[in-house]
């Protein structure tokens, strides 16, 4: 139940993006479906830990409020025979979240970004954003920009495309305009509009006025579709194995003369860290199943007197610090101001010894809750007040 509901949650917000532009685009909603089957791996890498832990609370803190941990230990059983299944298991999940981080995810992000790009060739109304100006042509000269879309036809609203050919300014404005996608580039028809053009001998002496029913403009929306490609070349969707061949390349520019100052620089600055941070998090995220693990059974203990809620809410906010943790050493590492290892490594080199502090402090059946946060939190009940 924990992982349908933090997947779910995790997943909503990209199931309301997906949905606007595919109902307000005109694109067949079973894409979108392929989508989320090819997102859901980057999702599950995150929620399989999260879920292990407030399963782990639940359980363990409903077998203390139930008293069936003290009917074990009156049976013989110590609580390190309910421990160590525990981790085991956790270790078993942890040694396959690495594989299928390693194997599943790097997949999925690439068939997401070929299936967004097949998409955005046959349907290039995905790249374009209402109320913005749009640089794809640039390096042409050419920007353009649109006010909205009309949902039933298809047209754009307001549309301006300022130009700029050999130092001459050229507006056009054109009240509605529609895209036509062919084999290998698109055109945008434009419909009852106005041409403002510079005269090209001196354009400060004036400019002439021309207008239209119908015109047509050739957008290159390859700009686009070139990030979309870069993003998915990112470490972040690379397997181990990618990431070290990315890493000796860079090396190789390192030692190369014929690298500049400036580039060396920022391959050891940015990209570097970048490639090894990521390395790192491809085993330490898949190795929380085991931190989690180990401190998960202590917690239950701790909050069995609070019910379910209570549980859900210490695994919550246990999972909270830690990926907040996680993702601060990640930015830290990346800009050169932090270990790469460390950066990775920490918040489960911290979980993991708070948990065998408790582990070791549950079986020697020490009392756990001896902070008074602690006692604030969860008191003691009298030998007056009923479980």
């Known amino acids: 139940m924990a992982l349908l509901a933090f997947t779910s949650l995790l997943l909503v917000d990209k199931?309301?993006?997906?949905?606007?532009?595919?109902?307000?685009?005109?694109?067949?909603?079973?894409?979108?479906?392929?989508?989320?089957?090819?997102?859901?791996?980057?999702?599950?890498?995150?929620?399989v830990p999260m879920a292990l832990l407030v399963g782990i609370i639940t359980a363990f803190g409903r077998l203390a409020a139930d008293n069936e941990i003290t009917a074990m230990k009156t049976a013989g059983v110590g609580m390190h025979r309910l421990i160590v299944p525990v981790v085991i298991a956790s270790l078993i999940l942890s040694i396959f979240m690495v594989f299928f981080m390693d194997f599943t995810l790097p997949r999925g992000n690439k068939a997401y970004t070929r299936l967004s790009v097949d998409m955005q060739r046959k349907h290039p109304a995905l790249v374009l954003e209402p109320d913005t100006v749009m640089e794809e042509m640039a390096s042409e000269g050419k920007k353009w920009y649109f006010k909205s879309m009309d949902t039933k036809t298809g047209r754009m609203k307001s549309?301006?495309?300022?130009?700029?050919?050999?130092?001459?300014?050229?507006?056009?404005?054109?009240?509605?305009?529609?895209?036509?996608?062919?084999?290998?580039?698109?055109?945008?028809?434009?419909?009852?509009?106005?041409?403002?053009?510079?005269?090209?001998?001196d354009p400060l002496k004036g400019y002439a006025v021309g207008s239209f029913t119908e015109d047509e403009v050739i957008l290159d929306i390859s700009g686009s579709l070139d990030r979309e490609r870069e993003t998915s070349s990112r470490p972040r969707n690379m397997?181990?194995?990618?990431?070290?061949?990315?890493?000796?390349?860079?090396?190789?520019?390192?030692?190369?003369?014929?690298?500049?100052?400036?580039?060396?620089?920022?391959?050891?600055?940015?990209?570097?860290?970048?490639?090894?941070?990521?390395?790192?998090?491809?085993?330490?995220?898949?190795?929380?199943?085991?931190?989690?693990?180990?401190?998960?059974?202590?917690?239950?203990?701790?909050?069995?007197?609070?019910?379910?809620?209570?549980?859900?809410?210490?695994?919550?906010?246990?999972?909270?610090?830690?990926?907040?943790?996680?993702?601060?050493?990640?930015?830290?590492?990346?800009?050169?101001?932090?270990?790469?290892?460390?950066?990775?490594?920490?918040?489960?080199?911290?979980?993991?010894?708070?948990?065998?502090?408790?582990?070791?402090?549950?079986?020697?059946?020490?009392?756990?809750?001896?902070?008074?946060?602690?006692?604030?939190?969860?008191?003691?009940?009298?030998?007056?007040?009923?479980?």
């Open 239 to 387: 397997s181990m194995k990618e990431i070290k061949q990315g890493l000796k390349g860079l090396n190789e520019q390192l030692e190369s003369p014929k690298t500049g100052q400036e580039t060396k620089s920022y391959i050891q600055k940015y990209l570097i860290p970048e490639h090894r941070v990521e390395f790192h998090k491809k085993v330490s995220i898949p190795l929380a199943c085991l931190a989690f693990g180990l401190i998960g059974v202590p917690l239950g203990l701790m909050v069995r007197r609070g019910g379910r809620m209570v549980g859900l809410g210490v695994g919550v906010g246990l999972i909270t610090l830690y990926y907040v943790a996680l993702t601060a050493g990640e930015k830290l590492a990346k800009v050169s101001a932090y270990p790469p290892l460390l950066g990775a490594w920490t918040p489960n080199i911290l979980t993991s010894v708070a948990g065998i502090i408790l582990i070791i402090r549950t079986v020697r059946e020490t009392p756990i809750r001896s902070s008074r946060f602690i006692n604030k939190l969860f008191p003691p009940k009298t030998p007056y007040q009923k479980e």
């Open 15 to 47: 199931v309301f993006d997906l949905t606007k532009h595919f109902v307000e685009k005109g694109v067949n909603p079973w894409y979108m479906v392929e989508m989320l089957l090819y997102f859901s791996p980057a999702t599950l890498v995150l929620t």
């Open 159 to 201: 549309i301006r495309i300022w130009e700029r050919v050999a130092g001459i300014p050229k507006l056009i404005t054109a009240e509605e305009g529609e895209l036509l996608s062919f084999e290998g580039w698109t055109s945008l028809k434009l419909y009852n509009g106005i041409i403002y053009q510079a005269d090209k001998e």
